[in-house]
T-cell receptor, first 109, second 112 residues
Framework: AQRVTQPEKLLSVFKGAPVELKCNYS??????LFWYVQYSRQRLQLLLR??SRESIKGFTADLNKGETSFHLKKPFAQEEDSAMYYC???????????FGTGTQLKVEL | DTGVSQDPRHKITKRGQNVTFRCDPI?????LYWYRQTLGQGPEFLTY????????KSRLLSDRFSAERPKGSFSTLEIQRTEQGDSAMYLC??????????FGPGTRLTVT
């Protein structure tokens, strides 16, 4: 069965510091990985997906099949990055998403 | 607002009662999903529709849960004989393709 692990419930960094949110997955098939973000009092929204290999709001994520990881990185944290971040694994052609438990990122001034 | 909408936003019900939630997807999206989220957890997949066809249903969904999407437009999720364990946020999402799901604001259910 598929599984997504986000080991940190809370990650606190200072503004301007690098950020790395960890995500590991377990899946026997070919994985499709996503990062979703939920800002305070807003709905869950897609941040980025591994197949597009794009950078959104300065965030990037590389799929490492050997380590079964899809860590989210940003070189310089900004205050507006404070939010809940969920890593998700897509199966069934990307229709079914399995989410991790989420990491709350807090960027301090 | 052209995003996914859900109604009601909050529902308080007594144990044993039936409840029904509605989701209106973005109009051109043919795929619709339901998820459930409890405190401290990520959303858990419940079911998925493509147009009016329900193509996948999670084993998490007991016989008390039923979802419909008549005419491939809005969807309803009904929970019969609610239990306290059903208390959660119920999220709906829609998408034009498999890869990018747009979420609604959710319906928070409290079973007393």
């Amino acid at each position: 069965a598929q599984r997504v692990t986000q080991p940190e419930k809370l990650l606190s960094v200072f503004k301007g510091a690098p950020v790395e949110l960890k995500c590991n997955y377990s899946y026997s098939g070919s994985p499709e990985l996503f990062w979703y973000v939920q800002y305070s009092r807003q709905r869950l929204q897609l941040l980025l997906r591994h197949i597009s290999r794009e950078s959104i709001k300065g965030f990037t994520a590389d799929l490492n099949k050997g380590e079964t990881s899809f860590h989210l990185k940003k070189p310089f944290a900004q205050e507006e990055d404070s939010a809940m971040y969920y890593c998700a694994l897509g199966t069934g052609g990307g229709n079914k998403l399995t989410f991790g438990t989420g990491t709350q990122l807090k960027v301090e001034l | 607002d052209t995003g996914v909408s859900q109604d009601p936003r909050h529902k308080i019900t007594k144990r044993g009662q039936n409840v029904t939630f509605r989701c209106d997807p973005i109009s051109e999206h043919n795929r619709l999903y339901w998820y459930r989220q409890t405190l401290g957890q990520g959303p858990e997949f419940l079911t998925y529709f493509q147009n009016e066809a329900q193509l996948e249903k999670s084993r998490l969904l007991s016989d008390r849960f039923s979802a419909e999407r008549p005419k491939g437009s809005f969807s309803t999720l009904e929970i019969q004989r609610t239990e306290q364990g059903d208390s959660a946020m119920y999220l709906c999402a829609s998408s034009p393709t498999a890869y990018e799901q747009y979420f609604g604001p959710g319906t928070r259910l409290t079973v007393t």
